[in-house]
C-alpha cells in the first residue's frame, strides 16, 4: 500500500495547479493540448476534456475549447495541397513542389479558412518554391494560406 502511495502521490499533484488568484483542477482524460491566458492565469486545455467546446469567459479568463488545430494552415481553396507550412516564430516558412510550367507563385494570408485570393490578402511572390511570411505568427491567430502557381 505504501508503494502505492508513493507513485500516485506526484499524479494527484500534477492533478491540480494553483496560484493566489485561481485553481484548476484537471480531469484524468485532461491531457495535451492548446494554450489559453489572460492577465490572471494560463490554462493548457485538451481533447476530450470534459468542457464543452466553444467559449467560455468571465472577467477573470477566457476559454477557447474544442478540438486543436494548427495556427497555420494550407486553405481548403489552394491550388496547390501539399504546402508545408513551419511556424517559426514569429516567422511562417513555407514550401512546396514545383508546378510543371509555373514561372512564379503568389502567396496568399487569411483567418477564413476559405477565401479568394486576391490583392489585398497577397502576402508576395516568389519564383522558386519556398516563402518565409515574416511576423506571420506575431498575432497568434489561426491562418489560412492558398499558393497560386503563374
Do not use: C
Request: hydrophobic residues 40%; charged residues 10%; aromatic residues 10%.
Amino acid at each position: 500500500m505504501r508503494v502505492f502511495a508513493i507513485l500516485i502521490a506526484p499524479l494527484i499533484l500534477l492533478a491540480q495547479s494553483s496560484s493566489e488568484n485561481f485553481t484548476l483542477t484537471k480531469s484524468v482524460i485532461d491531457a495535451g493540448g492548446g494554450a489559453s491566458a489572460s492577465t490572471n492565469f494560463a490554462l493548457v486545455s485538451a481533447f476530450g476534456q470534459p468542457t464543452p467546446i466553444g467559449e467560455q469567459t468571465s472577467t477573470n479568463f477566457d476559454l477557447y475549447a474544442g478540438f486543436l488545430t494548427p495556427l497555420l494552415s494550407v486553405s481548403p481553396s489552394s491550388p496547390i495541397q501539399r504546402l508545408v507550412i513551419k511556424q517559426q516564430q514569429p516567422d511562417a516558412k513555407l514550401w512546396w513542389e514545383p508546378i510543371p510550367n509555373a514561372t512564379s507563385y503568389s502567396i496568399h494570408r487569411s483567418s477564413n479558412s476559405i477565401f479568394t485570393p486576391e490583392g489585398s490578402n497577397q502576402v508576395g511572390t516568389v519564383t522558386d518554391t519556398l516563402f518565409t511570411d515574416i511576423g506571420a505568427t506575431a498575432a497568434q491567430q489561426q491562418s489560412f494560406y492558398i499558393v497560386v502557381p503563374h
